[in-house]
């Protein structure tokens, strides 16, 4: 197949899924996958997607956002490392706050044994929260269905009832002038107000999320200690001049 069909394929096939994985386009064009990795760096450089773990996805505005969902296929190990090593941070008896991001969905089981209470405005959550007996509170608010995430003012009345041990939220990008970000405001002012109630705060995110910003901010830099998977050396060092950074390694 010539390369500009093949590239005509793949972003047709990311305009009806906005997300597709490397596996996913050597079946649609039964190309190498070291043919499909090299187109997908072409279609990048010619800005015409974005290159992630195991595949690609749209090329998004600051205000566009993938669902629960789309998010949850990607990056799962690294997602999974962070979750296991973040709830070795949670103590006994804690009552922490847990946002409706994927990575936060990972931490939940590995919470099972440590009789911890849970405030969530993560839908996505109630299930596995309900399957591991945990003691659970779900705030009150408007759907937000694509990220399956509880916003709006009665989540913001509600969630200023409570104090936390730990607030654990997820962030769409991390950037280091402009801080931790996600693409909708109701959703940042949510997670705004959790970290200001919070007495160790957490931000768990996997390495796509760097450099990136997206359109409102959530929070500044040291505002939260940033748990990632993966690092460069020197980035790292740029990120520890405002604030504690912990990496966890394969």
């Known amino acids: ?33 070291s043919t499909i990795r090299r187109d997908l760096s072409e279609l990048e450089a010619l800005n015409r997607l974005k290159r992630v773990h195991g595949g690609a996805s749209s090329k998004h505005s600051a205000q566009q956002e993938l669902s629960f969902l789309e998010k949850s296929i990607y990056n799962i190990e690294a997602k999974q490392r962070i979750a296991k090593y973040t709830a070795s941070l949670i103590t006994e008896q804690a009552c922490l706050y847990l946002d409706a991001g994927t990575t936060a969905f990972e931490i939940i089981p590995y919470l099972a044994n440590k009789s911890v209470t849970v405030v969530t405005n993560g839908i996505t959550h109630l299930d596995a929260l309900q399957q591991f007996n945990i003691d659970s509170y779900l705030l009150g608010g408007s759907v937000k269905f694509t990220t399956k995430a509880i916003v709006g003012t009665k989540a913001l009345a509600a969630l200023n009832d409570y104090y936390f041990d730990y607030v654990l ?29 919070g007495k160790q705060c957490y931000v768990i995110a996997d390495h796509s999320k760097l450099q990136q910003r997206s359109f409102a901010k959530i929070a500044d830099l040291s505002q939260a200690t940033l748990i990632i998977d993966h690092i460069d050396e020197n980035t790292l060092k740029n990120y520890q001049q405002k604030t504690e950074i912990l990496v966890v390694k394969a």
Do not use: C, F, W
């Open 1 to 33: 197949m010539l390369t500009a069909k093949r590239h005509r394929l793949i972003l047709d096939l990311l305009s009806q899924k906005n997300l597709v994985t490397i596996k996913e386009l050597v079946q649609v064009t039964s190309a190498s996958e």
């Open 169 to 197: 939220i997820g962030t769409n990008g991390i950037d280091e002038q402009s801080g931790y970000s996600t693409p909708d405001p109701e959703e940042a002012a949510v997670k705004q107000t959790a970290l200001s109630l």
